[in-house]
């Protein structure tokens, strides 16, 4: 080894202690040692180490605590036992489960030493991948496609003016992100964000809720309330699922982006209020419109700027890099034994269709982290059994493009999107490269590249 990889041994091997250390620093490593686990995390908190050793030769102490420390240190683990220790079923389970490897004495230096270079290599792969991640941006935005560093643009491009903003998606593509996020790079950043879903209010409430009533005004209320509008005063007011906004309560709405002013129920006296509006919806509002179930002088009032977010279907190449983040995210939820996705996942959920968009892949990923046993997460942990995409009837020029694409944009990541390189790979000219990256949108830089990665 040319620099000394840093290599902590847990436990002792009694008497042949000193000799095991002074072989191992032979080989190049640097030893720390820790006589208990209290310790050992003690000793991983100060010091990153790049493999770990851990002796169950004198007591195995809490199991339990024993794999926890395996899996939160994010390296490979070896244990060193007696041959006798392996008739204990727990113990044989946990070093199936977690450990890279095992061995019981007669200790053999050098397969120690081959094994722990292996472990700390593979340390090495997962911090080179995980640098080589897009920059996580505020309010988790990450990403690669250029729909969406359009997406990031017009956010950035909106925010700076004071005008309503309409939003646009299909149903948990991450609408109320871009709101916060408009909010969080405008002027009014340091007052007040309120959302208010529209479609989840009784209709006898949304306009207590959204203007406020006086004490009295009507039975139950037993006290005055502020409504949304006026708490949201000098910030903005985001209204989610506008299109399911009652007639009469359009009417309000217009008024009040007309003349800023507005009256609490049983008021007499208008209150100023300077807000800005942004709203959304999943429901095609212009033919809500042409149907007159909106009012199209609201809709243009409302509709002054847009931002347009694309489903999650349209964002294949994202799926992976989201999937890994909602990974990292609700990493203290998971299964101890998990450590990733499998590639047959990561394939299957490039391929299927995402009617729930990133609200669905969510929810699919939480909920594979904490049932999956194994320590890859498969399509089953998912929930995306292959008869499931069969539902997904594409056309023999749809596979082929599809398949095309995901040739494309894997040889793109395992050459860290050198053109040459991934050309070569597939056998192609890089003139011919550039052609298909065009054709399928695919940018080769993928680290400036933003999209919203939450519902």
């Excluded at 309560?249 to 800023?260: D, G, H, I, M, T």
């Excluded at 996705?341 to 929810?363: C, T």
């Excluded at 909920?367 to 999956?372: E, F, G, K, Y």
Aim: aromatic content about 6%; hydrophobic content about 40%; glycine content about 6%.
């Amino acid at each position: 080894m040319d620099n000394k990889a840093r290599l902590l041994m847990v436990g002792s091997l009694g008497n042949d202690q000193l000799a095991f250390v002074e072989r191992m620093q032979e080989k190049g490593w640097h030893i720390n040692t820790a006589d208990t686990l209290s310790q050992a995390v003690a000793r991983l908190n100060e010091t990153e180490h790049e493999a770990g050793i851990l002796c169950l030769h004198e007591s195995h102490e809490d199991l339990k605590q024993i794999e926890r420390l395996v899996i939160r240190s994010d390296m490979e683990w070896m244990a060193l036992l007696r041959e006798p220790e392996l008739d204990d079923p727990v113990l044989c389970k946990i070093l199936g489960s977690v450990f890279m490897a095992f061995q019981s004495e007669p200790i053999d230096i050098d397969q120690v030493d081959c094994l722990m270079q292996h472990a700390a290599a593979m340390k090495r792969l997962r911090t080179e991948e995980s640098t080589a991640k897009p920059q996580e941006a505020e309010f988790e935005m990450v990403g690669t496609v250029p729909a969406m560093q359009k997406v990031f643009d017009t956010i950035r491009r909106v925010a700076s003016v004071d005008a309503p903003v309409f939003i646009s998606g299909e149903s948990g593509t991450g609408k109320e992100l871009a709101a916060r996020a408009i909010h969080a790079r405008s002027t009014r950043a340091s007052a007040p964000f309120v959302a208010v879903n529209c479609g989840a209010l009784p209709s006898n409430l949304i306009q207590s809720e959204l203007f406020g009533h006086e004490k009295g005004a009507f039975t139950g209320a037993s006290q005055q309330k502020i409504g949304q509008i006026e708490a949201a005063a000098g910030g903005t007011l985001f209204l989610d699922e506008i299109g399911d906004l009652s007639l009469e309560l359009q009417v309000n709405l217009l008024r009040f982006l007309e003349e800023k002013t507005i009256q609490r129920i049983g008021a007499l006296d208008e209150i100023r209020v300077d807000v800005r509006i942004l709203s959304a919806t999943h429901v095609n509002l212009e033919k809500a419109v042409e149907e007159g179930r909106f009012r199209e002088d609201l809709y243009h009032r409302l509709n002054v700027l847009q931002v347009d977010i694309p489903p999650l279907r349209e964002r294949q190449e994202d799926i992976e890099i989201l999937a890994k983040f909602f990974f990292d995210k609700f990493i203290e939820e998971k299964s101890m034994k998990v450590r990733g996705f499998s590639q047959e996942a990561l394939a299957l959920m490039r391929q299927y269709h995402w009617p729930g968009n990133i609200r669905e892949l969510i929810n699919r990923v939480r909920r594979a982290m904490v049932m999956c046993e194994q320590r890859l997460i498969k399509p089953t942990d998912l929930g995306l059994e292959r008869r499931t995409l069969n539902r997904n009837v594409v056309t023999l020029e749809e596979a082929r493009n599809n398949a095309e694409k995901e040739a494309l944009i894997c040889a793109l990541r395992r050459n860290k999107h050198k053109v040459k390189k991934a050309a070569d790979e597939l056998g192609v000219s890089r003139v011919t490269l550039y052609r298909l990256m065009e054709k399928h949108q695919l940018t080769r830089n993928s680290d400036t590249s933003i999209s919203l990665s939450s519902a």
